[in-house]
């Protein structure tokens, strides 16, 4: 695979004068930090498939783990190459011997206005093997997010997610919680990094597109700060992913555990 990024160090964050208003009555003004929203359109042997608002960081990253937890590909053998435009607004990637395509009018539940033209033809969550959560790792993932991140930091508008190699704790951030994951899914990929030993710790809540996003990418434990949606509980017990959500410092839920469960009404 033959990757070029031309698109260099675009800003992601903004200075803004603003006014600071107390609870005591007082206001002074001040400088704040705001973070950017940028534009990609992801084309696909040609076809536009998808635009993405996101913060422009990872882009790479970000275009490869989407087409990978959407279903155009299944690992970087399914990619001949990937060429990132140098304002970063477009991004051009071969995938050998065509692909079938089929219009997608599906709405993702991400706020930030990202829209699928086209879908793959075939798309299908996979079965994963069973992975029974290690709590010194969920409670190491744990006090790196208490750590804080360093553009949410700045400027408290970005959502984060962890991965966990199994020897290092990476953090990508974009003003979506899904190309977050989908940067880490797609960081994995690039440096060959076996999704069966890694963990995917997310900042926002765990929905069922969320869900399947971990799915499709072969990482077997996805785990929270935040809550589950009932669609997104029934899917992780389908496909046998553990699905771990309420992880804060002295606990966490276990809502589906790594193997086959029934699913609930």
Not at 43 to 71: A, H, I, M, Q
Not at 172 to 194: C, M, P, Q, T
Request: hydrophobic share 40%; net charge negative.
């Amino acid at each position: 695979m033959d990757i070029k990024d031309m698109s260099g160090d675009i800003p992601a964050v903004w200075n803004v004068d603003a006014v600071r208003v107390g609870s005591d009555g007082l206001h002074c003004e001040v400088e704040d930090l705001v973070v950017c929203e940028h534009f990609i359109t992801v084309y696909v042997n040609g076809t536009p498939v998808f635009g993405l608002s996101c913060t422009p960081k990872d882009l790479c990253e970000l275009v490869l783990g989407r087409l990978l937890t959407e279903g155009f590909i299944t690992g970087t053998q399914d990619v001949d190459s990937i060429f990132i435009c140098g304002t970063g607004e477009t991004a051009d990637v071969v995938l050998p011997g065509g692909i079938a395509l089929k219009e997608d009018i599906n709405v993702p539940t991400c706020c930030t206005g990202n829209k699928g033209v086209y879908s793959p033809a075939k798309k299908a969550c996979k079965r994963l093997s069973p992975a029974e959560p290690d709590d010194r790792r969920i409670f190491a993932l744990v006090r790196r997010f208490k750590e804080d991140s360093a553009l949410h930091r700045g400027t408290n508008g970005t959502h984060s997610c962890y991965l966990d190699t199994g020897e290092d704790i990476l953090c990508f951030e974009d003003i979506s919680r899904h190309n977050a994951l989908d940067k880490a899914v797609g960081y994995a990929l690039i440096n060959g990094i076996d999704p069966a030993g890694c963990i995917l710790f997310t900042t926002g809540r765990i929905a069922l597109d969320m869900c399947e996003k971990a799915i499709m990418a072969g990482i077997p434990v996805l785990a929270s700060k935040a809550a589950a949606t009932r669609e997104a509980v029934n899917k992780a017990r389908e496909c046998g992913l553990t699905l771990i959500c309420k992880a804060w410092p002295d606990s966490f839920a276990i809502e589906a555990r790594g193997q086959k469960q029934e699913a609930r009404s």
